[in-house]
């Protein structure tokens, strides 16, 4: 029982946004035997967060060591791979996290970003069509959860056609009332 009070605690704290204390928490968790399947994945995501992308990268490796077929963990990876400009490695892993699952249109819309990165249009344009066909990723959420390092964030923006203005909440208000 105590040994998953420092999970619990970690999941708060990230909940909250203090992603440094639910860092700390999450490796007590796996100090005191909590079940590392079920830390590594937060950890990673709260590295990510918190702007340390080799630590993420780090954690998601350990994961898939434990799940070699965790499709998240695959596009967490990649996205810590792209937001610390390790271009080829985040398409390689958001190519093993499509062919695990290819019906997550965020994997699309990040392998998409990391081609137009690599100048391969025709690529980027057609993995952002499928991204579209799925429905199942919004642009300003995408961008707010994977976006972390500036220079992908612009990046996103740029791609999405939002970068022109601030993205305010009257500018997505406006935006959604021209699309009805």
Request: with cysteine.
């Given at each position: 029982m105590m040994?998953?009070?420092?999970?619990?605690?970690?999941?708060?704290?990230?909940?909250?946004?203090?992603?440094?204390v639910s860092i700390m928490d999450f490796n007590s968790a796996l100090e005191h035997g909590v079940d590392p399947g079920l830390v590594y994945v937060p950890l990673g995501i709260a590295h990510l967060k918190n702007g340390d992308f080799s630590k993420a990268v780090e954690a998601f490796s350990h994961a898939l060591a434990?799940?070699?077929?965790?499709?998240?963990?695959?596009?967490?990876?990649?996205?810590?791979?792209?937001?610390?400009?390790?271009?080829?490695?985040a398409v390689d892993d958001f190519d093993d996290a499509i062919s695990i699952n290819g019906n997550r249109g965020s994997d699309y819309v990040a392998r998409s970003l990391a081609m137009r990165v690599m100048h391969r249009d025709a690529?980027?344009?057609?993995?952002?069509?499928?991204?579209?066909?799925?429905?199942?990723?919004?642009?300003?959420?995408?961008?707010?959860?994977?976006?972390?390092?500036?220079?992908?964030?612009?990046?996103?923006?740029?791609?999405?056609?939002?970068?022109?203005?601030?993205?305010?909440?009257?500018?997505?208000?406006?935006?959604?009332?021209?699309?009805?």
């Open positions: 040994k998953s009070t420092d999970l619990v605690r970690g999941q708060r704290h990230f909940l909250r946004g203090e992603y440094g434990l799940e070699p077929r965790n499709d998240q963990a695959f596009f967490l990876r990649g996205i810590a791979h792209f937001n610390n400009d390790a271009v080829d490695k690529e980027a344009e057609r993995d952002m069509t499928t991204a579209l066909s799925l429905a199942d990723v919004e642009v300003e959420t995408f961008a707010r959860e994977y976006c972390v390092s500036p220079a992908m964030y612009k990046l996103a923006m740029s791609l999405f056609d939002v970068a022109k203005e601030a993205w305010t909440e009257e500018l997505r208000e406006k935006r959604l009332r021209m699309e009805h």
